[in-house]
């Protein structure tokens, strides 16, 4: 068997040339610029390509990008001061602040992640990290999808592979990738339609025993665990779908969570990397964005 390569890329252009023309649609009608701003805070090289990734990305589909760049000594009550004053900027309809924050050696002086992202108002947390906005996701009544998982189940759409009543195995419990779309997955009603949800999910992790025997299970599995190649082809049921969220370099080539050879010999698709989940990830930033604009023209809280 050839699987079928996912192409995370294409499906993710012809996503964002829509929000294109939704944007100029919707600034047409008299709505304001659709606009999101990235805390940048540091030197770090990849944080900088994301974030200047995510600029021109806004930019391509006329949304309005703006980066905060801080210097990497930057404190805490700064960063919280930064926050609050784009809370209040009705300008600004999202915020998504870069991680890893930069650590400072001295404790006392260390930024603490998630007392940040907690001063995000919640109707302009377009990465929906926010307790608020996982809890609606929990209650099946979400205000905005992180955006990895949210692109996990657009790329499933795209090419028709339901997971209603299917077996779904998610390797790695992270808040950003591994809990949320198992929680997606597992939901009645779903983003693309009841067809993409409704499935019986298996959330393992490092703690997980005897992992092969769990992913051999699987109808379609997902893997957002950050080690090179962990799973093999033999770890994989055959006809199944593979998602290798995973982003790793090795040496000068950035290699997926899956053993992308072995698996597309067993597998019935596959997305590789790069060019799977990643390009959807930021098309789904722009969307939240978007509906943040548009939720905020509305007066909407939820
Ligand atoms: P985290 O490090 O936050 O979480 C990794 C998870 O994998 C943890 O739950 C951990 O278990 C589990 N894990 C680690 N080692 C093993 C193992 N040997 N066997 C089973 N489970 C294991 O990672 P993220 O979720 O943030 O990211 C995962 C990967 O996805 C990374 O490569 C990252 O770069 C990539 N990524 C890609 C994105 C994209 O747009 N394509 C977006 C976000 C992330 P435990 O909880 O027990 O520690």
Known sequence: MQATILDGKATAAAIRERIGQDVT??????GAVPCLTAILVGDD????????NKHRACQQVGIDGRVERLPAETGQAELLELVRRLNADPEVHGILVQLPLPQADDPAARIDPREVLDAIDPAKDVDAFSPVNVGLISQDRPRFLPCTPQGIVRLLAHYGLRTAGRRVVVIGRSDIVGKPIAMMLASKDGVCGP???NATVTLAHSRSSDLPSITREADILIAAVGRPELIRGDWIRPGAVVIDVGINRVGDRLVGDVAFDEAVAVASAVTPVPGGIGPLTIAMLL???????KRSA???TV
């Open 25 to 30: 649609r919707w600034m047409q009608s008299g």
């Open 45 to 52: 090289p990849a944080s900088q390509v994301y974030v200047r």
């Open 195 to 197: 067809d993409y949800a």
């Open 287 to 293: 969307q939240n964005t978007l509906d943040a604009a």
């Open 298 to 300: 509305g007066g909407q």
